[in-house]
């Protein structure tokens, strides 16, 4: 078990890393190269902005996940 959260934990890290390098900044990224500069009528972030964020939300929390059960199973 401790093996399986040690991967699920450097996949999760490079996903992060990864993600996060994605965003836009103050003056753009790299998400505009992927649809990123086609705004919404509706709010000032796109659509794949929005599905950035919720996607670097989710694996944060896996990787928030695997620190805790490492941590776990290393006390015990």
Do not use: C, P, Y
């Not at 990224?29 to 950035?52: I, P, R």
């Not at 919720?54 to 620190?67: E, P």
């Amino acid at each position: 078990m401790t093996l399986f959260l040690q991967i699920l934990l450097v996949v999760a890290s490079v996903l992060l890393i990864l993600l996060v390098l994605l965003h836009r900044g103050r003056g753009g990224g790299l998400s505009s190269l992927f649809g990123g500069g086609m705004q919404s009528s509706l709010s000032g972030s796109s659509v794949v902005e929005k599905n950035l964020d919720r996607l670097t939300l989710f694996v944060g929390a896996v990787w928030v996940i695997a620190i805790v059960g490492i941590g776990l199973l290393t006390k015990l």
